[in-house]
C-alpha cells in the first residue's frame, strides 16, 4: 500500500532529524567543545538498570510494573472501530520510582530534559515523540550557560499537561502522590519546576497538594540550571493508562473520606463554549435529555473539588469527549458512560479510566469516516455532528442499565 501524504512528510522529518543528531554527536564527543557549548555527553542514564555504585543519588523504588487487561467498550453501531480498540485492551503501566540527584542539570524544554553531574541524558524523565535517541537535546549545538539553584529542586515537567486539564489531572498530578509516598514533603522544596498556564484549576490542585505558588518555577528553553539536589518522580512512559494507584490518590486527594449522596445525577457534558470539538446539534438533544431527567452541565467555572463531588454523585455521564471526561476517576459502579466520539480520531484515554474505575463504557461516534488505525490528527479538533436517532437509542440503553444495574456493577 503506497504512503499517504501524511506518511511520507512524517518520514521525511524523522529522517532529518536523524540526520541532524548524528552530525551534531561529534561536538558533544569533545570534551573541551561540549564543555564549552554546555551540552551533555552521548550517553542516555537509565536509572532502572544503573548499577547502585555508579547512581548519582538514590532511587525509591514504589510500584513494579503491572498490566491491566481493559473490558471493550460498547459499540452498537460501529463494529469498524472494535479494532482499534481490541487492539488496546492490554494497558502496561511501568514500575513507578522517584529519583533524587546530587548536582543534576535541568533544561527548560517543553518534553522535558535533566541531566546527570555526569552530564548523562535521564530519557526515562522526558517524552519527546522521537524517542529518546532522537530527542529535542541532541539536535541543539549548544546550551544556555547554566546558572545554579541552591537547595531542593522538586522537577514535574509532564508532556502536555501544561494547557490540558485531563493530562494535567491524570499524568501530572499523581506525581505529587509517588513523591509522598516516597517520604517526601511537596512543601518542603525550595522550588518546584512544572509546566502550566497558571490556569484556575492548576493553582488549586496544586495548593491542595501543599505546593506554595512561591515555590512555582515555569521554565523555557532558555533555562539552563545546575541543581545542588533534584527530586524527580517517574514519568509514565505513555499516556494512555491510569495505574490504580493514581486514581486512589486522586479521589482521596479530592474525595476523601466523603461519601457521594447518591448515585443518581444524569450529566450531559456540554462542550457549547468550547473552542474546538462542539457537538453541531448538540441543542436537537436537550429535549431528549431533559425529558429523561439529565442536567446539561458546562464544567467552565467550576473547582476541581467540586467537579469532584458531582461526577461521584452521578448515575450516568454523557457527551461530546472532551478533558471533562478526566473526571470519570471519581465516579464509581455502576455509573454509566456514554462518549461521543469524532470517528477520525479515535482515543482510549475515557475509555482506559471507566475501564479502571469498573464503569461501563459506551461509545458512538460523530458522522465521519471512521480511522481504526492510524488516526487523523486533525478529527481531533473538528466539531461533531451525531446521529440523532443513534444517540437517543444508545441514551435508551445506557439509561436502562443505570435503572437495572448488573449486581456486580452495584459496588458503591
Partial sequence: MPLSLRQLAKSAWFYSRHVQVRLLALPRALPPLRRALHLPVNRIFDPLTASP?????????????????????????????????????????????????????????????????????????????????????????????????AGRTLYLVTPEATDNYHHWLIDLLPRIGLIRRAGFDPAAFDRVVVNHRDREYQRETLLALGIRSDAIVAVTPGTHVRCDTLVVPSLKHHNQCIPSADAAF???????????????????????????????????????????????????????????????????????????????????PPTQVLEI?????????????????????????????????????SARSRDLFVDPEKFAAALAQVIAAAEHPAPSEQLA
Fill in 250 to 332: 486522586l479521589r482521596q486527594t479530592f474525595l476523601g473520606a466523603a461519601r457521594p449522596r447518591a448515585h443518581k445525577r444524569r450529566l450531559f457534558l456540554s462542550r457549547a463554549d468550547a473552542r474546538i470539538r462542539r457537538l453541531l446539534n448538540e441543542r436537537q438533544l436537550h429535549p431528549l435529555l431533559l425529558a429523561h431527567g439529565f442536567e446539561i452541565v458546562s464544567l467552565a467555572g467550576l473547582s476541581v473539588a467540586a467537579q469532584a463531588r458531582l461526577f461521584a454523585e452521578a448515575e450516568i455521564v454523557a457527551g461530546p469527549a472532551g478533558a471533562a471526561f478526566a473526571n470519570l476517576v471519581f465516579c464509581a
Fill in 341 to 377: 466520539a469524532p470517528a477520525g480520531w479515535l482515543a482510549t484515554y475515557h475509555w482506559m479510566i471507566s475501564a479502571r474505575r469498573g464503569l461501563a463504557h459506551t461509545i458512538i461516534l460523530g458522522e465521519g469516516q471512521v480511522r481504526p488505525g492510524l488516526p487523523d490528527i
Fill in 53 to 149: 555504585d555508579s547512581w548519582p543519588g538514590r532511587l525509591i523504588r514504589l510500584d513494579p510494573p503491572t498490566t491491566f487487561v481493559r473490558p471493550l467498550p460498547a459499540l452498537p453501531y460501529d463494529s469498524t472501530a472494535a479494532r482499534f480498540f481490541s487492539a488496546r485492551t492490554a494497558a502496561h503501566c511501568n514500575a513507578s520510582y522517584v529519583m533524587e540527584f546530587s548536582d543534576a542539570a535541568l533544561w527548560g524544554h517543553d518534553t522535558g530534559a535533566i541531566f546527570t553531574s555526569a552530564g548523562e541524558f535521564v530519557a526515562a524523565a522526558s517524552h519527546d515523540p522521537c524517542g529518546p535517541r532522537l530527542h529535542a537535546v541532541w539536535t541543539r549545538p549548544f546550551l544556555p550557560r547554566p546558572t545554579h539553584w
